[in-house]
């Protein structure tokens, strides 16, 4: 039987890699130094994914391969829609695998326009949530017009959804999710020698 916590991190064409990068690297921490029995899947649409300045990654696993039954949560950086993030994105592939992990009630974690697969796939309809909030907050208008009941905080948590307003936030939504998945004193920790 699977011991291991294990968190699919959705990688989208056209993703962020500040967005991505936090999640390794606070996972990796937290499995390193401090024995949290946490392991990463990069998940793609395509074993190669290209991010929004160019910089490719490799899948460990590839969206159609993905049983939800075998992660205990879902991370998904944000990305450009000018390098096309949003065709994946808004694919009825990522829309269903959002849909499965919500039914199962894992926790989701959502960086910056990342919000917007979540709200599309109809989990965010009423529930409290935010989006990239600069540039007069435009993004968070078309977000509420999915029924999102916007949060002022730059980090939005409901129930089991994080979803947060901008690049910066990526660290603080990986050790949130941290929290979420072993303790508020763990995520402390981690934050502390990692320097937050």
């Known amino acids: 039987m699977r011991k291991e916590t294990k968190i699919l991190l959705l990688c989208l064409n056209a993703f962020e890699t500040m967005e991505f990068s936090p999640f390794v690297d606070v996972f990796g921490w937290a499995h390193d130094d401090f024995n949290c029995d946490i ?4 998940c793609g649409f395509n074993r190669t994914i ?5 910089v490719s990654i490799t899948a460990d696993i590839l969206i159609d391969d993905v049983d939800a039954d075998q992660y205990d949560a879902l991370a998904i950086p944000g990305g450009f829609e000018e390098y ?7 694919h009825e592939k990522t829309l269903n695998l959002i849909r499965s992990f919500h039914s199962h009630h894992k ?3 959502a960086v910056c326009v990342a ?3 979540l709200a599309k796939s109809g989990i965010l309809k009423n529930r ?4 990239y909030h600069l540039q007069g907050g435009y993004k968070r208008e078309e977000l509420k017009n999915f029924g999102v009941v916007l949060g002022e905080e730059w980090i939005v948590a409901d ?3 994080i979803t947060s307003s901008c690049p910066k936030t990526a660290p603080d939504v990986a050790f949130r999710l941290l929290e979420m998945l072993t303790s508020q004193e763990k995520a402390f920790e981690v934050k502390k020698v990692m320097g937050y």
């Open 39 to 42: 392991g990463i899947d990069i």
């Open 50 to 54: 290209v991010s929004t300045f160019g």
């Open 84 to 90: 096309g993030f949003y065709k994946e994105a808004y």
């Open 107 to 109: 926790p989701i974690a």
């Open 115 to 117: 919000a917007f697969p």
């Open 128 to 131: 409290k949530a935010t989006t």
């Open 159 to 161: 129930d089991n959804i």
